[in-house]
């Protein structure tokens, strides 16, 4: 039987040197207000020597994703390779989504009186959104297309050290795991 | 380096490093940060190699986070340490002893210097611990091939000389040079870096390293199609000619002549293009140097701060630049590698490209034709003349560089050639830079030296392995024939394969070519002929030694000893401003210098002028951000890069910080030895150990402590400001290249 792809990201921290290459080119590629990060550059442990550590976190594409189902609205939906997206134009802005998702996606534009939050923004793995593919009100709501272009999403094609992989779950598993295997160490 | 084995550039380049590299030690570079794809291919050696990597820095920077071993040094004590590695291989006669014995001169001396650095001293003075010294020299003696790797952390000192040859020092005792996987490779940061040190973009020297002497200038002449006597009367007088000019570093003295200075006149105009003044030390002499001047004028296609950080009301211009995406021509990658770029647009509105500016240029001060006729000469039967009457740029250009600068090997650098590497870039592994298909035989960009238009590039340089036309050679002859009674060409042993002489060589002259390649040549051929291999505009010379796989520039032995230089070996010297005070006594810096680019420069009578550590107890250290580059002004104008880092700022460990009271994301004030002081906001961190903080050199706009954000012209200034650190980068040059002290120097940090 065969099986569908199902599109995952994944950091090899061994690679990651905080060089801020995916979060720029994330920001460049979908015109991202300054302050709306989709896509982060951590470093925790920072100095420590023997534990600092690097790493690039957006929207994981959760196959069983908290998001969806904490939203009152329904405004996710689930493509069929994975891919989490949600619609703009239904979100209402509570921020419930913020508090299940375990990696602090969810973006809020925190610009309006009293705080109050606009539509929630997040990482669509360059997919879009539910308007007409590559039509000016999908890129205006959630930027480029990319995957309908068949092209690698702007963070991970950025990345100097080729630390942020994406693709197929299984073809992307099989890519770490002949690196660590090479390095002679083993997975987290 | 180039006064090691012969030229002073990196020795192999990043894929070789990923494919054969077994251990890594980089020194004095921050790769993960400065160069994030280089790093890449490190961290791809650890994966396809299981590659050791090894880092020596004063901080705990990103690569280090990335080493299997991270060696925390004190600033500018990179040439203890290598001797205490030294020290330690020799003891165990880990040395690659056939290898010295054949292709190196003088590494007795290196020995008995090695013996007084014992782990223990070498500890003392590096503040590394003695099992790590002991351990780390296991770890490079035994694995090989090992590659060494450095940039500006080993240069910006004042005895950056002698750092950047205890590396290959260390590398020739190991017996990694001329090997896959080995060498020494020094990692340029910027876009053609190396292509503009081979242009020779600098004060003491013609394009590709000639020098100033009269020879240089006269076979200038001729290529340029211009009469000699016309270049000599363009100087002053005839003697400025072979003078070196003011340096990058010290070039404010010619204006300010504080320090005694040799020149006609004070420098009285600057013109800046394409170099950020904010980034260079002693700013705040460089701002009075701008005040002083009687003309400022500025090309760039981003605002450069010197128009910001000047007080000077009139008499500067800022032309618009072009940036490269409106030009076209080449650039040199780190690994010696040309690259062509086209030309995306034409230079958007008022802005012209950098070369139209120097062609106006030429035509405002006269000199137009003389300037351009080196584009339209040509050798027709081996004769170098004039051969049209008008030239097409950017391809008459590239072929000007290719027909003159043959010390180097760029003969071989046709625009038809290099073009041909652009279009048909995926037919180049990426590892081995070897071509595939109609590129085969061919490595990608031609890495010089590339010795004629057949030759294909020299992915590896000193490799007597691969025959001469197919990029081999030994080391190069050029510290004449003996030292001292003993020969300095290579044993009869190192014969460089393929070639029809066995062992060591001279490099090949007009004098000498029938004599060492046995051959005969015609009258004709010896009327044609030039002086030596690298002033022949015939090629004939390049033209025999391809017929005896023989290497034009000769086969020869690499030196550990400079005997032109005031520290014929590396010897270790506290930094001008140490805080050991015990240690400046016992490893003293240099007298102080009379002359060097036409100044006079402080050593010893600054070093022992006080105990600054007293005054000033805590080390800087010098680094960069990821998003920011040189000055910055390019990066800090993008609202994405500077939303990274917002501010300046500087790293200091918690406890030094609430010693003074300095919580986290408080300002403070940091005070140089030489009166200047900035604000910065300081960031706790454990980088940094409490005897020293760390802070970007990328920022400018604010003037300690004042905001000069009013002094951008409209719409100018960019989204980050902030205090350019050189403003109390410390007093100190390298005693050759008089490149600054960026590197080791001290502060006092106050609370603000």
């Known amino acids: 039987m065969s099986q569908a792809a199902r599109m995952k990201f994944y950091c090899d921290e061994d690679r990651c040197i905080e060089c801020f290459a995916c979060a720029v080119a994330c920001s460049v590629a979908h015109e991202l207000p300054v302050g709306i990060s989709r896509r982060k550059v951590i470093t925790l442990f920072d100095g420590i020597e023997g534990k600092e550590i690097s790493t690039s976190i957006a929207c994981m594409h959760c196959t069983d994703a908290p998001c969806e189902q904490v939203c009152p609205v329904d405004c996710f939906y689930i493509r069929e390779d994975g891919i989490v997206l949600h619609d703009k134009e239904t979100c209402i802005g509570c921020g419930y989504c913020l508090y299940a998702c375990p990696f602090g996606a969810p973006q809020f534009p925190r610009d309006g009186a009293f705080g109050i939050k606009g539509a929630m923004d997040k990482c669509t793995m360059c997919a879009g959104g539910p308007e007409e593919t590559n039509s000016s009100k999908e890129r205006q709501l959630y930027g480029q297309n990319r995957i309908a272009e068949g092209k690698v999403p702007a963070c991970a094609a950025m990345c100097s050290t080729n630390a942020l992989l994406v693709g197929d779950a299984e073809r992307v598993s099989e890519v770490y795991r002949r690196r660590i295997a090479g390095r002679g160490t083993t997975a987290y | ?752």
């Open chain 2, 1 to 752: 380096m180039a006064n090691t084995w012969g030229y002073g550039a990196m020795t192999n380049h990043f894929g070789d490093i990923v494919k054969h590299s077994k251990a890594i030690m980089v020194i004095g570079a921050n790769s993960a940060v400065a160069n994030p794809i280089g790093f890449k291919h490190m961290l791809q050696a650890k994966d396809s190699n299981r590659a050791k990597l090894i880092v020596i820095d004063p901080i705990f920077t990103r690569s280090a986070a990335k080493a299997d071993h991270y060696l925390r040094i004190r600033t500018g004590t990179d040439i203890a340490l290598i001797y205490g590695f030294l020290h330690i291989i020799f003891k165990n006669g880990w040395e690659d002893r056939e290898f010295l014995k054949d292709r190196v001169y003088g590494m007795d001396l290196i020995k008995e210097e090695a013996k007084k650095w014992t782990p223990e001293e070498t500890s003392n003075v590096t503040g590394v611990p003695v099992e790590q010294i002991i351990q780390v020299a296991n770890v490079i003696a035994k694995t090989k091939p090992m590659t060494v790797i450095w940039a500006l952390g080993i240069t910006q000192h004042s005895i950056g000389t002698s750092n950047t040859r205890i590396l290959p020092i260390l590398q020739l005792a190991l017996g990694n040079m001329g090997k896959k996987g080995g060498g020494t490779n020094i990692i340029r940061g910027h876009d053609n870096v190396q292509g503009s040190t081979d242009m020779g973009n600098l004060a003491d020297t013609l394009s590709g390293y000639y020098g100033l002497a009269e020879g240089a200038w006269k076979y200038y002449a001729q290529g340029w199609g211009v009469d000699f006597n016309w270049l000599q009367k363009r100087f002053f007088e005839p003697k400025w000619m072979n003078e070196k000019g003011f340096s990058l570093a010290k070039w404010y003295q010619g204006v300010l002549q504080e320090e005694k200075t040799y020149s006609s006149s004070p420098i009285r105009a600057v013109w800046i293009q394409g170099t950020g003044i904010t980034s260079m030390a002693q700013t705040h002499k460089m701002k009075e140097a701008l005040d002083k001047l009687d003309l400022v004028v500025i090309a760039e296609p981003f605002l450069n701060e010197a128009a910001v950080i000047t007080d000077r009301k009139d008499d500067l211009y800022i032309l618009p630049t072009g940036t490269q995406f409106e030009t076209e021509g080449t650039v040199t990658a780190t690994n010696r590698s040309s690259q062509w770029r086209s030309k995306i647009i034409e230079p958007l509105y008022e802005a012209k490209s950098d070369e139209q500016i120097m062609f106006e240029f030429a035509k405002k001060f006269g000199f137009y034709d003389e300037y351009v006729r080196g584009m339209m000469m040509g050798i027709e039967d081996g004769v170098i003349k004039q051969v049209k009457k008008d030239f097409v740029w950017p391809d008459d250009a590239v072929r000007e560089i290719a027909r003159i600068i043959q010390s180097i090997g760029l003969t071989g650098w046709t625009p038809e050639r290099l073009r041909a590497h652009q279009e048909n870039w995926h037919l180049f592994d990426p590892l081995t830079l070897e071509g595939r298909g109609k590129m085969k035989g061919e490595y990608y960009g031609l890495p010089w030296p590339c010795w004629d238009e057949k030759h294909p590039g020299s992915p590896v340089l000193y490799d007597i392995d691969t025959p001469a036309s197919e990029g081999g050679m030994g080391f190069r002859n050029r510290f004449g024939l003996e030292h001292n009674g003993v020969s300095q060409l290579a044993s009869e042993r190192v014969t460089v394969r393929g070639s029809k002489i066995k062992g060591g060589y001279p490099q090949i002259t007009k004098e000498n070519i029938e004599k060492v390649l046995g051959i005969k040549l015609t009258e004709a051929e010896k009327a044609k002929m030039g002086p030596s291999w690298a002033m022949d505009y015939s090629g004939i010379i390049v033209k025999k030694c391809r017929e005896a796989g023989v290497v034009p520039y000769g086969n020869a032995k690499a030196r550990t000893i400079v005997w032109e230089f005031p520290d014929p070996i590396p010897l270790h010297r506290e930094p001008i401003h140490s805080p050991r005070w015990d240690l400046v006594k016992k490893y003293p810096t240099y007298p102080d210098q009379e002359k060097n680019f036409r100044v006079e420069t402080k050593y010893i009578s600054e070093q022992q002028k006080k105990d600054w550590s007293k005054e000033f107890p805590t080390m800087i250290v010098s680094m960069r951000v990821v998003n920011l580059s040189g000055a910055g002004m390019l990066e800090r104008t993008s609202k994405y890069l500077a939303h990274i880092t917002p501010e300046m700022f500087a790293n200091i460990h918690p406890d030094l910080a609430l010693e003074h009271g300095i919580k986290d994301g408080d300002m403070m004030w940091l005070h140089a030895p030489h009166g200047t002081k900035i604000k910065v906001k300081a960031k706790h961190n454990f980088s940094v150990t409490p005897d020293r903080i760390c802070l970007p050199y990328n920022f400018a706009g604010v003037w300690q402590g004042v905001d000069q954000s009013d002094k951008y012209p409209e719409e100018t200034r960019p989204y980050a400001i902030g205090e350019p650190s050189n403003l109390i980068t410390n007093y100190g040059f390298d005693i050759i290249t008089q490149i600054s002290e960026f590197n080791a120097g001290l502060c006092r940090v106050e609370k603000a």
